[in-house]
């Protein structure tokens, strides 16, 4: 049986980026709704016994549509952090990485906020890892991760309308350029640095 995770700050924690509003119905109502479906249905799939990665990347249909979205929104809502957010530190290996790959942070944000932004309908961006290190920007569909291809996930934001729509509407630029604000880079650097362990 899955649960639902624990958040690690308080729902008020991330305003205004994202407000407590929309964590209540976002991690409270929808999340809770993709850990209650996953959990109704593995009983009996042959599935049950695996880790979620292994769920996702070896189901179909509405096991993957919910087991997608459950390991999805885990990363995601462990990736932010209060105000007194962490930095990238420019000398761990993933900003050294980044910075090998795009010239620099900015240029990095900039492609990943457009990759968000260009994702037609509901979806995710994500950056990933190769095994060995090289970073990669992908678009995903709606319950889409890259460990169905084989990448390890790092960072990813959330293009669904759930995610933004009760503090932004329709601004969905406005709302990608907002989250940098609260990403907790020591978590994303902690996810990066363990493909290499
Ligand atoms: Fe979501």
Redesign the pocket.
Known sequence: MFTLIDLPYALDALEPVISKRTLEF?YGK?LQTYVDNLNKLLPGSGLEDLPLEEIVAKSSGAIFNNAGQVLN?NLYFTQFTSASHSGLDPESPLAKRIVKQWGSVDAFKADFEAKGIGLFGSGWVWLSAQDDGPLVITQEGPAGNPVTNGLKPLLTF?V?E??YYLDYQNRRAAHLQALWQIVDWKEVEKRYDAINE
Request: hydrophobic share 30%; net charge negative.
């Open positions: 976002h929808h929104h959330d669904w759930h995610a």
